[in-house]
């Protein structure tokens, strides 16, 4: 499989609407490298402002790469890991 | 783990195993709901509800009126009646507003009724200090609980250990105090230490209570706790293992009822006993570790040490509160001190 | 009608402690931004601030001396800095410092100032029975020093607010409650929790007057409260207060307030008590520069406890065995008696 058929765990779908902050951080992976994960399953959690938020799987498969590891910080757009689909 | 087991990859929060177990017993039985102060919007303080009420509404995920004596027995009221409330008690320090339904109703009704009456309940409730809230807010109670007959006393420190001691807690006909400690649950603005989040089934199961569980095993020092400090034994006895000190590391898991013969087991083999406890040191957990050694394994015992709160409130800032509780690095002294 | 001298003691209050929850919730925040975790930064634990209600400390606390008592909940800055408590020493006992008022045991929801006779308590309702106490002490000793205490709208459904009512009433005790309804306990609005829109409905059951005020407007808080304190010093009994105030910022710091509606959020901030009294010491012809210089002088008393309490250091880990008790383990002795008493193995 190339690298470009993967699939990025993306945030924006789920930005919490109240919040103004354009940055989040990163509160708990679910699964680890390596493991298969089905779509719509809570993959990680991020906080934004105090407030929480789900990131669901995008779609079946392997979580290829965490990008954005427990505690760290990111930016609204950014990619947070990649999803190799089955 | 044999082969033909499903090897599980999914890891979850303390606090989403035992929410899991929570919304699994509430699909398969109507009569079980959860009561609490902020259960329903909020999804609990600490998390302990989290996503419950858009599945099952405000009916069965009650916010209540902060009124701990009418809904605590409002709850061993129902459950006499035969229902299976779940009722959480926001911080474990709210107990004496509503000691009496606690301890003398919940507790005692079964064996006062000459076993006719019973109260399958679950008091869920928040513990622990490590983020400076000072003396109202941090205890963990463990030892006042357990002290008082009549109820089953559940402290989960693991994710998959919380899920399947909560399916039990909830069949159980008993009532059962389970104590989550908050630092575990995974809550956002509160770090979990690396640890309680473990991979976790999404079948239901049964974690039996009264079956410790040697989070690591060793050959030279018994380390027994419970809770939060399950996760410092673990990383003391890391420490202690580059000094080439084996240490074992027994989860207590349920205080009531309490697998003595585990402790003892270990303590047959290594001769050395360390009890850490974040109850009060005085007439608390650690000595009734203790105790249990002395009875029943004097001749095995070379050695012996606690590590608890001392019997003071727990003080609020963070030097002080530091000073209080037990440490890693407190663990690793008192295992040394025994060698 | 109040004396301007009297608003504009309670304008000052009330500046400082509106200024005081806003640079504590910026101090509050060091450390705790972009990841909110609880136990970071100079301040730790939970920190519930009172920005909207300080009409209902300044109102009432306006008629106390220093020798009457208040005690206070978990949110009770505004109250503590209404009754005169040193400013400089509680904000030291907030940031945990050695020369904090409670040498930093006991932290923002703990303060104690025996000097104005001041406490509060962390666990819902419970300090209504204390204050019922010192209303008991002050009857016992013939003194005309009377007790209030404050709660939520919350606290008005817990056992401890109902039995010190009664308490209170069948003693004829020197006690006002004042109840400070902000519409949210936590995350349950009012109308989930209790079937009463006026929390002041519940002193009819104990026979005693009860009275709302139904805006957060100083000087209406303050005449109501003229009566209820004048009621208590004049040795006629209790009375049950409630007065109408706003949550400006969440239950604690860190509370996403996700439960509670963006309309509600916004006409708590719009409803300002301190505008109000502005308006009215105006009106009164009071000039702007005088209003400038009291708004000046009380930001200023606020800058400068916080730098105090910065430059303090903290407590020594050893100090958090001390205080245990008043006196030793032993008691006032530590010495057996001496007698020779009849029938004894001696």
């Given at each position: 499989?190339?690298?470009?058929?993967?699939?990025?765990?993306?945030?924006?779908?789920?930005?919490?609407?109240?919040?103004?902050?354009?940055?989040?951080?990163?509160?708990?992976?679910?699964?680890?490298?390596?493991?298969?994960?089905?779509?719509?399953?809570?993959?990680?959690?991020?906080?934004?402002?105090?407030?929480?938020?789900?990131?669901?799987?995008p779609?079946?498969?392997?979580?290829?790469?965490?990008v954005?590891?427990?505690?760290?910080?990111f930016?609204?757009?950014d990619?947070?890991?990649?999803?190799?689909?089955? | 783990?044999?082969?033909?087991?499903?090897?599980?990859?999914?890891?979850?929060?303390?606090?989403?195993?035992?929410?899991?177990?929570?919304?699994?017993?509430?699909?398969?039985?109507?009569?079980?709901?959860?009561?609490?102060?902020?259960?329903?919007?909020?999804?609990?303080?600490?998390?302990?509800t989290?996503?419950?009420?858009?599945?099952?509404?405000h009916?069965?995920i009650?916010?209540?009126?902060?009124?701990?004596?009418?809904?605590?027995?409002?709850a061993?009221?129902?459950?006499?009646?035969?229902?299976?409330?779940?009722?959480?008690?926001?911080?474990?320090?709210f107990?004496?507003?509503?000691?009496?339904?606690?301890?003398?109703?919940?507790?005692?009704?079964?064996?006062?009724?000459?076993?006719?009456?019973?109260?399958?309940?679950v008091?869920?409730?928040?513990?622990?200090?490590?983020?400076?809230?000072?003396?109202?807010?941090?205890?963990?109670?463990?030892?006042?609980?357990?002290?008082?007959?009549?109820?089953?006393?559940?402290?989960?420190?693991t994710?998959?250990?919380a899920?399947?001691?909560?399916?039990?807690?909830?069949?159980?006909?008993?009532p059962?105090?389970?104590m989550?400690?908050?630092?575990?649950?995974?809550?956002?603005?509160?770090?979990?230490?690396?640890?309680?989040?473990t991979?976790?089934?999404?079948?239901?199961?049964?974690?039996?209570?009264?079956?410790?569980?040697?989070?690591?095993?060793?050959?030279?020092?018994?380390?027994?706790?419970?809770?939060?400090?399950?996760?410092?034994?673990?990383?003391?006895?890391d420490s202690?293992?580059?000094?080439?000190?084996?240490?074992?590391?027994?989860?207590?898991?349920?205080?009531?009822?309490?697998?003595?013969?585990?402790?003892?087991?270990?303590?047959?083999?290594?001769?050395?006993?360390?009890?850490?406890?974040?109850?009060?040191?005085?007439?608390?957990?650690?000595g009734?570790?203790?105790?249990?050694?002395?009875?029943?394994?004097?001749?095995?015992?070379?050695?012996?040490?606690?590590?608890?709160?001392?019997d003071?409130p727990?003080?609020?800032?963070?030097?002080?509160e530091?000073?209080?509780?037990?440490?890693?690095?407190?663990?690793?002294?008192?295992?040394?001190?025994?060698? | 009608?109040v004396?301007?001298?009297e608003?504009?003691?309670?304008?000052?209050?009330?500046?400082?402690a509106?200024?005081?929850?806003?640079?504590?919730?910026?101090?509050?925040?060091?450390?705790?931004?972009?990841?909110?975790?609880?136990?970071?930064?100079?301040?730790?634990?939970?920190?519930h601030?009172?920005?909207?209600?300080?009409a209902?400390?300044v109102?009432?606390?306006?008629?106390?001396?220093?020798d009457?008592?208040?005690?206070?909940?978990?949110?009770?800055?505004?109250?503590?800095?209404?009754?005169?408590?040193?400013?400089?020493?509680?904000?030291?006992?907030?940031?945990?410092?050695?020369?904090?008022?409670?040498?930093g045991?006991?932290g923002?929801?703990?303060?104690f100032?025996?000097?104005?006779?001041?406490?509060?308590?962390?666990?819902?309702?419970?300090?209504?029975?204390?204050?019922?106490?010192?209303?008991?002490?002050?009857?016992?000793?013939?003194?005309?020093s009377?007790?209030?205490?404050y709660?939520?709208?919350?606290?008005?459904?817990?056992?401890?607010?109902?039995?010190?009512?009664?308490f209170?009433?069948v003693?004829?005790?020197?006690?006002?409650?004042?109840i400070?309804?902000?519409?949210?306990?936590?995350?349950?609005?009012?109308?989930?929790?209790?079937?009463?829109?006026?929390?002041?409905?519940?002193?009819?059951?104990?026979?005693?007057?009860?009275?709302r005020?139904?805006?957060?407007?100083?000087?209406?808080?303050?005449?109501?409260?003229?009566?209820?304190?004048g009621?208590?010093?004049?040795?006629?009994?209790?009375?049950?207060?409630?007065?109408?105030?706003?949550?400006?910022?969440?239950?604690?710091?860190?509370?996403?307030?996700?439960y509670?509606?963006?309309?509600?959020?916004?006409?708590?901030?719009?409803?300002?008590s301190?505008?109000?009294?502005?308006?009215?010491?105006?009106?009164?012809?009071?000039?702007?520069t005088?209003?400038?210089?009291?708004?000046?002088?009380?930001?200023?008393?606020?800058?400068?406890?916080?730098?105090?309490?910065?430059?303090?250091?903290e407590?020594?880990?050893?100090?958090?065995?001390?205080?245990?008790?008043?006196?030793?383990?032993?008691?006032?002795?530590?010495?057996d008696?001496?007698?020779?008493?009849?029938?004894?193995d001696?």
């Amino acid at each position: 499989m190339s690298a470009d058929s993967r699939v990025p765990v993306a945030v924006d779908d789920i930005w919490p609407e109240a919040a103004d902050a354009d940055e989040g951080v990163v509160i708990n992976w679910f699964a680890r490298e390596g493991t298969r994960v089905s779509a719509g399953d809570p993959l990680c959690e991020i906080q934004v402002e105090k407030a929480d938020a789900d990131v669901p799987a995008p779609v079946d498969g392997t979580l290829a790469e965490i990008v954005c590891a427990e505690d760290d910080e990111f930016e609204r757009g950014d990619t947070l890991g990649w999803i190799a689909p089955v | 783990m044999s082969e033909q087991q499903e090897v599980v990859e999914r890891e979850l929060t303390m606090s989403r195993g035992m929410v899991e177990a929570i919304a699994h017993e509430m699909r398969a039985n109507d009569e079980v709901f959860y009561m609490g102060e902020d259960v329903a919007d909020y999804g609990g303080i600490f998390d302990s509800t989290e996503g419950l009420l858009d599945e099952f509404g405000h009916d069965r995920i009650m916010d209540v009126p902060i009124s701990e004596t009418a809904y605590l027995g409002a709850a061993v009221g129902a459950a006499q009646e035969g229902m299976r409330p779940i009722a959480e008690l926001m911080f474990v320090d709210f107990f004496g507003v509503a000691m009496d339904q606690i301890y003398n109703q919940m507790a005692k009704n079964t064996y006062m009724s000459g076993g006719s009456v019973s109260v399958p309940m679950v008091l869920t409730t928040a513990v622990g200090g490590t983020y400076n809230d000072a003396a109202q807010h941090s205890q963990t109670l463990y030892g006042t609980f357990a002290h008082l007959p009549g109820m089953k006393v559940v402290v989960p420190s693991t994710a998959y250990d919380a899920k399947g001691l909560m399916h039990n807690a909830i069949r159980d006909d008993d009532p059962v105090v389970y104590m989550f400690h908050k630092r575990l649950m995974g809550i956002g603005w509160m770090p979990a230490p690396d640890g309680p989040k473990t991979p976790v089934p999404e079948t239901d199961y049964t974690i039996p209570f009264g079956s410790a569980d040697v989070k690591r095993e060793g050959a030279d020092v018994t380390i027994v706790t419970l809770g939060l400090h399950v996760h410092r034994a673990l990383d003391a006895a890391d420490s202690l293992a580059e000094d080439g000190i084996d240490a074992e590391v027994v989860d207590l898991r349920t205080l009531v009822p309490l697998d003595r013969e585990t402790i003892l087991e270990s303590v047959r083999k290594t001769g050395t006993l360390v009890v850490v406890d974040e109850d009060y040191r005085s007439y608390g957990v650690t000595g009734e570790v203790v105790a249990t050694v002395t009875d029943e394994a004097l001749a095995h015992l070379d050695a012996v040490e606690r590590v608890a709160m001392p019997d003071i409130p727990i003080p609020y800032a963070r030097p002080l509160e530091t000073e209080t509780q037990p440490q890693a690095a407190d663990i690793e002294a008192a295992v040394e001190r025994t060698q | 009608m109040v004396a301007i001298s009297e608003l504009q003691e309670m304008y000052t209050d009330m500046v400082t402690a509106r200024h005081y929850e806003e640079r504590l919730q910026e101090e509050y925040l060091e450390g705790k931004q972009p990841a909110f975790d609880i136990s970071a930064g100079p301040i730790p634990g939970e920190l519930h601030l009172a920005a909207g209600q300080e009409a209902a400390a300044v109102g009432v606390c306006q008629h106390l001396r220093d020798d009457d008592t208040v005690t206070a909940p978990h949110r009770p800055h505004h109250v503590a800095i209404a009754k005169g408590v040193d400013l400089k020493r509680m904000t030291a006992e907030i940031f945990g410092r050695e020369s904090g008022l409670c040498r930093g045991k006991g932290g923002h929801m703990h303060l104690f100032d025996p000097d104005v006779n001041f406490a509060c308590s962390g666990i819902i309702a419970e300090g209504c029975p204390p204050a019922a106490g010192a209303g008991l002490a002050a009857q016992k000793r013939n003194s005309d020093s009377v007790a209030v205490a404050y709660l939520g709208e919350g606290a008005i459904d817990q056992g401890g607010f109902f039995e010190s009512l009664n308490f209170a009433a069948v003693h004829d005790l020197p006690v006002v409650f004042v109840i400070e309804d902000n519409d949210w306990a936590i995350s349950m609005p009012k109308e989930r929790v209790t079937d009463v829109d006026d929390g002041s409905q519940r002193a009819a059951g104990f026979d005693m007057p009860g009275v709302r005020v139904d805006h957060d407007d100083a000087v209406a808080v303050y005449e109501a409260a003229e009566r209820a304190v004048g009621r208590a010093r004049d040795r006629n009994g209790p009375t049950l207060m409630e007065i109408q105030v706003h949550r400006r910022m969440g239950h604690f710091m860190g509370d996403p307030q996700t439960y509670r509606p963006e309309d509600d959020q916004t006409a708590a901030t719009e409803r300002d008590s301190i505008d109000r009294l502005e308006a009215d010491l105006r009106a009164r012809g009071v000039e702007d520069t005088t209003i400038k210089n009291l708004r000046d002088a009380a930001e200023d008393r606020v800058e400068e406890a916080i730098e105090w309490a910065k430059d303090q250091p903290e407590p020594d880990p050893e100090t958090a065995h001390e205080d245990m008790f008043a006196n030793p383990p032993s008691g006032v002795t530590d010495t057996d008696p001496e007698f020779d008493l009849m029938g004894g193995d001696d």
